[in-house]
């Protein structure tokens, strides 16, 4: 964990990426990139990128925080008070909650994914 054996996995079509998410199961990796507006995911590998969500085409606001919890996607907004899912099963979108201040970095605990050692 030096760092000696470190990857590029994306390098193009990145602006300003604000947070990261790993699926560990699937061995990719999510990100939102508030300079494009999207949440993308590749493999570990560096291939397969995939376009999640356009944030702007649905009418949210700039993605700055995010987390992955089972087949859902969780960001927070720039400048705003809410926080958003994604199912990436149904497709569904909606605002999961709102009114929380200005929620910036989010967060999920699973407590079944505790280690105990």
């Known amino acids: 964990m030096d760092g000696s054996a470190r990857k590029t996995l994306v390098s193009s079509g990145l602006e300003f990426v604000n947070s990261l998410a790993m699926d560990y199961q699937n061995k990719l990796l999510y990100w939102c990139d508030s300079g494009v507006n999207k949440i993308e995911r590749v493999d570990l590998q560096g291939n397969n990128r995939e376009v999640i969500l356009d944030v702007l085409l649905l009418d949210f606001t700039r993605p700055f925080g995010l987390a992955l919890f089972g087949d859902a996607l969780f960001w927070s907004g720039w400048n705003d008070t809410s926080v958003y899912k994604y199912n990436m ?29």
């Not at 910036?104 to 505790?114: A, F, Q, V």
Request: neutral net charge; aromatic residues 14%; glycine residues 10%.
């Open 89 to 117: 099963t149904t497709s569904r979108k909606e605002v999961f909650v709102h009114g929380m201040g200005m929620p910036m970095e989010i967060h999920i605990y699973d407590k079944s994914k505790d280690f105990f050692g």
